[in-house]
């Protein structure tokens, strides 16, 4: 996924790839640097799906008078795509899809203005976060909240509308639902991750019902509910860590076919938290492997009959901070302003597609134990 904001997307380049500021626009230098990324054939041979931030779809209205913004190409990366994506083979498509931030902030005309602008430019899917934040923002009563209290229901039915609107426009809602996912009950608690995560997918299921949402057509995103702490998770054996992803997809998957009642979803993202940060989130990638794998095997031996799980194109495994060092060099390749890459773009471009094979082996994969 590619579907950072602007300013997360320069604090990126400056803190991680270590671009220098004064060398250039480093807005365009890095649109530069994903469209040449996306400028590889052998790239569409382990990625199937990649979302956008918005700025990169739909051109934005110019806030300034800046000379330097004519320079700005946002777009070009995902018009890179549009190319390949035109001339894949009809049995193996590649779709695009866009980040849709701050939907929550937006009346009904200007949702469906958006939503006009993102088919006209040929937008597969549309990614919807709905952020519910911690246990003290979901307030007093635990999990049942998701469920009962009104303001929060309104959130979810605002959710299932718009995933309604998607659909009609012939575009695929991903919803991506954010609960508390690593906490677990604690004496004078009422509720654990779990207990959000089913009251969450039980909350939108009804909502989505109500607005006439076809699931078979819908998307789902979320972190699974870990239940502990990611320095207790890094603590457990690989085989432990197993066991507990195991269980951890097929209780997701139990809560999603049961809330659901019967209605199939084509697939689902395993998300899998922040690298970022004094005090990261991320789940170890045993841990993260073996819930897709929970979850496949559930809906692979229920009614359902096929694997039911993807895992997005995200920066953790592909986007590293080595592919933008290596994108950038010396610098010295910029010249001007003017956005052309410095560095060694090709060796870039090898080791984003060799993050691609090895995200799409992981993918793929069963379960490995060490020592086993």
Known sequence: ?????????????????????????????????????YDNEDLWDYVSMVAFAEHYVVVPTPTTNNEDDKDIFFTKPYETFQRYRDRQPQHLPIFGGVVMSHWEACDESER??????????????????????????????????????????????????????????????????????????????????????????????????????????????????VGMSARDERALTNAERITLGIEIGRNMFAAIRNSFEGGTIPGFCVAGGSTKGENPTAMEDDTQNAVRQGMRSSATESSWGYPFCFWEMGAKLMLQPEVGRLWWGDGNGIEDGIAQGGGENDAASELFCRNAKGLAEEIAAGISIEGA
């Open 1 to 37: 996924m590619d579907g950072y904001s602007p300013q997360a997307m320069l604090s990126r380049c400056i803190e991680d790839y270590g671009w220098d500021v004064t060398k250039c626009n480093l807005a365009s230098e890095r649109a530069n640097m994903m469209a040449g990324l």
């Open 112 to 225: 469906d203005e958006t939503l006009a602008s993102y088919a006209q430019r040929g937008i597969d899917y549309v990614r919807l976060e709905c952020n519910f934040g911690s246990i003290d923002d979901i307030g007093e009563g635990g999990a049942s909240r998701l469920l009962d209290d009104p303001r929060l229901r309104a959130r979810f039915r605002g959710l299932a509308g718009l995933a309604r609107r998607c659909q009609e426009r012939e575009m695929v809602p991903l919803v991506l639902l954010q609960v508390p996912w690593r906490e677990n009950r604690r004496e004078g608690e009422e509720s654990s991750s779990l207990d959000h995560f089913e009251k969450a997918i039980e909350a939108l299921a009804l909502e989505m019902k109500d607005a006439g949402v076809i699931s078979k057509k819908l998307l789902l995103e979320t972190r699974p509910p």
